[in-house]
């Protein structure tokens, strides 16, 4: 019996540690393999490695700044009886990288509001980068409908907006 405590001890240490690198590697990957794919972004997954990331809301103007985001961040919710249309004013720069806000609706549909790359060229499709206010139509379902902003590697952003109803 003795002899085989070890073995037992040993064998549990290795299956508790091999979790746990599958743990930290998925929370340090994951955002990197988000940018493009549809059926993250439409989860509840909330996986983003922020640095210098705030958030504030002042007078129902929403503000987000960070210096390097990779993945995706809620950052608007609201749940709705019915389905309505909102407005939305905003202001989005990417200064380095890529960026896109996404609406969510309550059937995981998503709908890329805006996109920005900060390498965009003339001909690239991308909306513009500079901080000109800009304005669409939010088309909300039935249900908690959400706003993500999403993210390749290392991109900073600015964004403030306001939703009217």
Known sequence: ????????????????AAIFVIIMLAAFLLPSYVYGNDKLIASELNSANKIKYRRRVHDGITTVTCDKMTGMDVIWKYNTSEDVAMQMNYTFQVTSGKAKLILIQPDNTSITLTEQDSDAGENDV????????????LNLKRGQNKIKIVCEKGTSFSLSFHIDS
């Open 1 to 16: 019996m003795k002899k085989k405590l070890p073995i037992i001890i040993g064998c549990c240490l290795f299956v508790y």
């Open 126 to 137: 991308s909306d513009t980068t500079s901080s000109a206010e800009q304005q669409c139509t």
